[in-house]
């Protein structure tokens, strides 16, 4: 081994040679096989010594396997297709996941699409490290990205992203139901999601009793009513404006927030209106019935409770509630009250995923914001040491 030092450019060189070219292995069989040649000499980086950056040379041999021909024979200090040895891939991926890909390149003096690829190996070796375990209570979620959008899988239980899936088609979530072996279909309890066609579709298609075990989430249930509410008022109030009637204007978030968080005041002015003859007063009363049905612990009277609520929406004559309760599936509400699961930690993981964008300040592809993805929030097992 030889050790260099250029104080000019502050870089420190390592070479290293092979001195028993007789006891070499095959990287696909590990057998022993005989010497064959010597490649062209390569540089990897490693951790820096001081202040210098430290490159360690070789002139890796190459062996003659009976199997599989000539091949490279595997260094101990790197990845075959890496050019940065393992304690310094660890270095990287330590810092990225406190920093943006912006200051580990300053800091480091490493171009965007070497750490790039650093976090790209870190992803595929903690997925393929990954071990079959069954995950009972599972999220689905989609996530926009521009005019794309991504389907992500989560368990409901730790937060971990277990899949990220390209599109929010019917496809998108059908690829992760094949990844699964059978025992890990059977012991899925819960599947919490949004209302979306194509999730559903794909759930019934692919997991045991789906239908008893697909979750429609309360947040997506209230989004969707309320806005039907707003819809209702923003009609109304563009009606009552032809005739001078300013009733509604500036009420656009009073009847979107809740009571409980209103002041005092708000409380007051409120009450005049809710209890209006106004069409935006009943949709909301509707919306209100739709929330407090949430409290049932039994499945017999919330179907009863869903039932009238139901009858009620589609009788009220007001199109953009009819049109919302049409969307709502009363049997995967069920399953939701009755099993006690929400989407709340895969509305958490869209807002991190929300901070990792703005920390990296956008991502140039799709498949770069999948590996970040995965990266942050999959719990995976990302050392470079096998």
């Known amino acids: 081994m030889e050790d260099a030092y250029d104080d000019e450019a502050k870089r420190r060189t390592v070479t290293v040679t092979c001195t028993d070219p007789t006891s070499l292995r095959c990287p696909e069989c590990d057998r022993e096989c005989s010497f064959y ?61 406190e920093a943006s890909i912006l200051a580990i390149s300053r800091q480091l003096n490493l171009g965007w699409k070497a750490i790039n690829r650093i976090i790209q190996r870190a992803v595929e070796r903690g997925l393929a490290r990954r071990t079959e375990q069954v995950v009972a209570n599972v999220c689905v ?13 989560s368990d409901a239980d730790t937060g971990t992203v277990l899949y990220v899936g390209i599109g929010r088609d019917k496809r998108a979530l059908v690829r992760w139901y094949q990844q699964l072996s059978p025992a890990q279909l059977e012991g899925i309890r819960s599947v919490s999601m949004d209302t979306w066609p194509a999730y559903i579709g794909a759930t019934q298609e692919c997991l045991p009793n789906a239908d008893q ?35 509604l204007t500036g009420s656009k978030y009073t009847w979107l927030k809740s009571p409980p968080n209103m002041s005092m005041k708000q409380k007051r002015a409120f009450h005049v209106l809710r209890t209006s003859t106004l ?5 909301w009363a509707i919306k ?5 049905l949430w409290h049932y612990v039994s499945r017999t009277w919330a179907l009863k409770g869903w039932k009238r609520w139901l009858s009620w929406a589609m ?28 989407n709340g930690s895969a509305e958490s993981i869209n807002s991190r995923i929300k901070t990792i964008k703005v920390r990296s300040r956008g991502f140039r592809n799709k498949d770069r914001f999948v590996d970040a993805i995965y990266f942050h929030l999959g719990g995976l097992d990302l050392s470079p040491r096998t």
Request: net charge positive; charged share 30%.
């Open 213 to 247: 075990k697909i979750c429609f989430d309360r947040f997506h249930v209230s989004k969707c009513l309320g806005g039907a509410v707003d819809q209702v008022r923003r009609h109304e109030h563009k009606e009552l404006r032809k005739n001078g009637d300013l009733t």
């Open 141 to 153: 979620d989609r996530y926009k990205k521009g005019h794309k959008h991504l389907t992500i899988v």
């Open 37 to 97: 040649d010597l490649r062209t000499a390569r540089a990897w980086r490693h951790l820096d010594t001081c202040t210098y950056q430290t490159m360690i040379v070789a002139q890796i041999p190459r062996i003659r396997c009976s199997e599989h021909g000539v091949k490279t024979v595997r260094v101990p200090w790197a990845d075959p297709s890496s050019r940065f040895t393992h304690d310094f891939e660890a270095f990287v991926i330590g810092w990225a996941k």
């Open 288 to 292: 209100e019935m739709a929330r407090n």
């Open 279 to 283: 069409k935006t007063a009943r949709a």
């Open 315 to 342: 009788r009220c004559r007001l199109e953009p509630v009819k049109a919302a309760a049409k969307t709502i599936n009363w049997w995967g509400i069920l399953n939701a009250i009755i099993l006690k699961v929400s």
